[in-house]
Structure formats: C-alpha cells, structure tokens
C-alpha cells in the first residue's frame, strides 16, 4: 500500500504527546508543529490512529499544501491536486476552512473556489456534470496560514474526544482527550494506585482504566472513513481485532474517583458501565478534606474548580490551600493538578516542579507537576514471593 501523508490535529500544548503515541503505533516518521502532527502510513495507519490515539483531536488525509496568493492561484492548484483518488462519484464532500495571516482572508470564498475546483477535476474522471451527493461524507478543510495553503480530509467524523461512552454531560466537563493527556504526561504506573478526588462526571478516571487496561478509546465508535470504498472493510476489522487482541479487560487496577455531588458521581458511574471499566474503579462520593489512602505510593491527577465565575474565588483559593494541606499528608505521592488559577502555587503553599501550559477548552491552564520520590526497589525473589501471597 502506498505512503499517505495523514495529519493528527491536537489541542495546543499535547503535540509532543500525541507524537508519542503514533511512535508507540510504529509511526515514527512524523513531524510536530503547533497543532498537528504531521505522519506517514498507508490506508492501516488510518485505521488504528483513529481506534488508538487518546490525545489527538482528528485524523486528516493531507491531500495537498502550497502557497496561494490569489484566488486564482488557490483554485488551479487544488484541481490540480488527486481528489480522485479518495472521492467516488456519489460522494457527499462539504468544504470547511480558515485562514490566519493570509492574503487570501475571505473563508466563504476560499471555501466556495476550492469546492468548485474538485468538482471541475472530478468532472474529469468521472464524465459527468453534476454530483449527487448522496454516498460517504468526505469533510474538506482550507486551512490558510500565512498565505500556504492545506488541503485535507477528515477522516474521523465526530472528534475523537466522542468515545461512545459519555451520553449525559455534567457541568464544565473535561475533554477526554486533555484527560489521557495529563494521565500520560504524569507517566503513572499502572501498578500504582491514582486517585482523583474532583472526579465530576468520571473522566479522568474512566481513561486511566482505559489506558491501564489497554483498551483502544476508538473501540466502541465509528469513523467517516469507514464508509470510504479505498478502505477496504477487512483492514478494518484487522485493526478492531488488533485492539481487541491487545486489551487487557479483566486487568486488575486501583483507580479511585471521589467528589462531593450526588448527581456528578450518578454521572461517572454510569459512564464507567457504558466505557465497560466498572470493575475498574472505586467511585465514591467524599469531600476532599476526607482524602487519605493506606498505600504508600500513588497519583493524584485531578481537575479542580478554577473559580472562573463571579463569586466562587474565595471560595476556590479556600480549596486550594485545603488541597496544600490534605496532599501534603500524602509526601510519598505524586500529585497533578490542572487550573488556570494564576497564585496556585501560593495558595498550595509548594512550586511546583515542572508546569505545562495546557487549553482546557479555550482556557489557558496550567499543569502543575508535583513528582513524589520512587518507591524502593524490591528484589526478584520478594517480588515473586508477593505474587504467590506468601
């Protein structure tokens, strides 16, 4: 199968991330920028990045790229480029775009050109003058900036944040992609009890289960290039049973999720069936003044309230300095915590000792990284006589 240049699209601040992972898939022959990360693959590597990747937002084909200085420009050069080769007569191929930093600033219009020049080069293969559009969906995106056109098409449909699980949505709800990013940023060891102990509606902790069991977050979806008639339906049930293969779904794991509303842990509790990690995860309403563990070594990764709304600051900055006092009864642990609160470090009363800026939505946040010491090395002949209970 031949090379395909593909793009996974990323929220600013995970790229590197997001790089990782298509280098744990195989991909290794990839390039980060703001944004994206840009890979190489043949039509499998479609397939198992949208079913794998835990980080990334989308899956783009990039069909083409050049500078566009006109509009006239922008329309040869993308008729010029193989839409025939992804895009069957009967196909439905909507035109989105933006442009930043470009001559070429009129969306409506870069957007009308480009739809245009694909039909003019599918007339060409095709013999006809006018499409239907009534088979797969092909979404096409412009993306302008500055003035060097891309051209690409989605392949996953819904963002890949959609895992098929969460159906009802608590307030201010974390994006499971910013989720698994600051579980795999923390490196948490899946031998290793975590707790969250803002759980809301049970994010965090569903896709640490996820990643401690292995299962694919893709597994119980759909994507747009499913449909496609280029992939065949075989190299997908390939990469389905890959995934499957690979899971771990009766692996055994200490994942915690705790929080004070009723309704937020009826909500995570619910999500953990329908993501199947019940079994999982503890969930168990409980303030976090209340939080303690008789294990030595953990994780904490949690979103707290950040106190955006008029009114909740004292309360919040209250919440912070508890957090300081309670974590620090847990010394030995880790601890991250994700708030675009600016004095979180004064209130927590300790720096952190690494910070990422992250977006939680369009909310610039940071990613406070509090590392506890290793625990001790035990030695083979303990470690064995501990799996044998003796």
């Given at each position: 199968?031949?090379?395909?240049?593909?793009?996974?699209?990323?929220?600013?601040?995970?790229?590197?991330?997001?790089?990782?992972?298509?280098?744990?898939?195989?991909?290794?022959?990839?390039?980060?920028?703001?944004?994206?990360?840009?890979?190489?693959?043949?039509?499998?590597?479609?397939?198992?990045?949208?079913?794998?990747?835990?980080?990334?937002?989308?899956?783009?084909?990039?069909?083409?790229?050049?500078?566009?200085?006109?509009?006239?420009?922008?329309?040869?050069?993308?008729?010029?480029?193989?839409?025939?080769?992804?895009?069957?007569?009967?196909?439905?191929?909507?035109?989105?775009?933006?442009?930043?930093?470009?001559?070429?600033?009129?969306?409506?219009?870069?957007?009308?050109?480009?739809?245009?020049?694909?039909?003019?080069?599918?007339?060409?293969?095709?013999?006809?003058?006018?499409?239907?559009?009534?088979?797969?969906?092909?979404?096409?995106?412009?993306?302008?900036?500055?003035?060097?056109?891309?051209?690409?098409?989605?392949?996953?449909?819904?963002?890949?944040?959609?895992?098929?699980?969460?159906?009802?949505?608590?307030?201010?709800?974390?994006?499971?992609?910013?989720?698994?990013?600051?579980?795999?940023?923390?490196?948490?060891?899946?031998?290793?009890?975590?707790?969250?102990?803002?759980?809301?509606?049970?994010?965090?902790?569903?896709?640490?289960?996820?990643?401690?069991?292995?299962?694919?977050?893709?597994?119980?979806?759909?994507?747009?290039?499913?449909?496609?008639?280029?992939?065949?339906?075989?190299i997908w049930e390939k990469a389905r049973q890959e995934a499957y293969d690979l899971a771990e779904f009766d692996r055994e794991l200490r994942i915690q999720g705790s929080d004070i509303d009723d309704e937020a842990m009826s909500l995570a509790r619910y999500h953990a069936k329908q993501?199947?990690?019940?079994?999982?995860?503890?969930?168990?309403?409980?303030?976090?003044?209340?939080?303690?563990?008789?294990?030595?070594?953990?994780?904490?990764?949690?979103?707290?309230?950040?106190?955006?709304?008029?009114?909740?600051?004292?309360?919040?900055?209250?919440?912070?300095?508890?957090?300081?006092?309670?974590?620090?009864?847990?010394?030995?642990?880790?601890?991250?915590?994700?708030?675009?609160?600016?004095?979180?470090?004064?209130?927590?009363?300790?720096?952190?000792?690494?910070?990422?800026?992250?977006?939680?939505?369009?909310?610039?946040?940071?990613?406070?990284?509090?590392?506890?010491?290793?625990?001790?090395?035990?030695?083979?002949?303990?470690?064995?006589?501990?799996?044998?209970?003796?």
């Open positions: 199968m031949a090379k395909i240049q593909l793009i996974a699209t990323a929220t600013f601040g995970i790229e590197a991330v997001v790089g990782r992972e298509l280098k744990k898939l195989g991909y290794e022959d990839q390039f980060i920028e703001n944004g994206r990360v840009t890979f190489a693959g043949d039509e499998s590597a479609i397939c198992r990045s949208n079913l794998w990747l835990r980080t990334a937002d989308r899956v783009l084909v990039k069909v083409g790229e050049f500078k566009a200085l006109s509009f006239e420009e922008l329309f040869e050069q993308t008729k010029a480029l193989p839409w025939e080769e992804w895009i069957p007569e009967d196909a439905e191929f909507p035109v989105e775009g933006k442009s930043i930093d470009s001559k070429l600033f009129s969306v409506p219009d870069c957007q009308a050109i480009v739809k245009k020049a694909i039909v003019e080069k599918l007339k060409q293969k095709y013999k006809c003058e006018w499409f239907k559009e009534t088979g797969p969906k092909y979404t096409i995106e412009v993306g302008l900036l500055k003035d060097v056109a891309t051209l690409t098409i989605d392949t996953s449909g819904a963002g890949l944040h959609k895992r098929g699980y969460r159906k009802l949505v608590g307030g201010a709800p974390l994006k499971e992609t910013l989720a698994s990013a600051m579980i795999l940023i923390s490196r948490w060891n899946k031998d290793r009890v975590l707790i969250d102990p803002f759980c809301g509606s049970g994010t965090i902790p569903i896709e640490a289960a996820l990643i401690g069991r292995n299962i694919a977050p893709g597994l119980k979806r759909e994507f747009a290039a499913e449909k496609w008639p280029r992939i065949n339906k075989d993501a199947g990690v019940e079994s999982a995860i503890h969930l168990q309403r409980m303030p976090m003044a209340d939080l303690k563990s008789r294990y030595k070594y953990g994780f904490i990764i949690c979103n707290p309230p950040y106190g955006e709304r008029l009114g909740e600051m004292n309360e919040v900055e209250d919440l912070y300095r508890q957090m300081g006092r309670v974590f620090n009864s847990l010394d030995t642990w880790s601890h991250y915590v994700i708030t675009s609160h600016p004095n979180f470090e004064k209130l927590f009363g300790r720096r952190a000792d690494k910070k990422r800026k992250l977006y939680n939505g369009r909310l610039l946040c940071n990613y406070y990284q509090f590392f506890g010491p290793p625990p001790p090395k035990i030695r083979e002949e303990d470690k064995q006589l501990q799996e044998q209970n003796i």
